[in-house]
């Protein structure tokens, strides 16, 4: 019984990263413009975003820190082709949910159409210009409880990668 479970973790290691066999494929280090493919997912196996839906692969320049931290780590000593299964937990991703981005407004703070309903996710003006999502979690009369937290915060997510570029 135990050789059958050495085997089967020796199977599932060998899904989770799959190099490929060419010795010459450029590996993936700190400062290096990469090409990613990638399917990203929730514990229940529920897909949330992938490459493929957006048409081409992320791009990105490795350990700059314009992805969040897990995904960022993830590629860093892959080779273009290899393949890889990678779980990142909240503090490596968009971060635990924070109360105070939860805030209480005035129904009047609003736009007047449509009539703010939960679950229904409004673009809030932010004082420099730019625009964040903001997450209706309750209405009660004037008042309406909105959730300016990233949607995916809080969650562990697992991602397939699969490098397609180097330079």
Request: proline fraction near 7%.
């Amino acid at each position: 019984m135990a050789e059958k479970k050495s085997v089967k973790k020796a199977a599932e290691k060998k899904e989770a990263a799959k190099e490929p066999s060419n010795t010459d494929s450029k590996v993936v280090q700190k400062g290096d413009k990469v090409k990613v493919d990638y399917v990203g997912s929730f514990n229940d196996g529920v897909v949330f975003d992938e490459s493929k839906t957006r048409g081409k692969p992320i791009e990105f320049v490795a350990g700059n820190g314009q992805v969040i931290p897990g995904f960022d780590q993830g590629v860093i000593g892959m080779k273009v082709g290899g393949e890889k299964k990678i779980t990142i937990e909240p503090k490596e991703g968009y971060g635990e949910p924070n109360p105070e981005l939860v805030k209480v407004i005035t129904r009047d703070k609003l736009p007047p159409e449509p009539d703010p309903k939960v679950g229904m996710v409004l673009a809030m003006g932010m004082s420099n210009g730019m625009e964040i999502p903001a997450r209706i979690t309750k209405v009660n009369g004037e008042m309406v409880t909105i959730d300016l937290n990233h949607p995916l915060a809080g969650k562990t997510l697992h991602f397939k990668l699969k490098v397609v570029g180097v330079e």
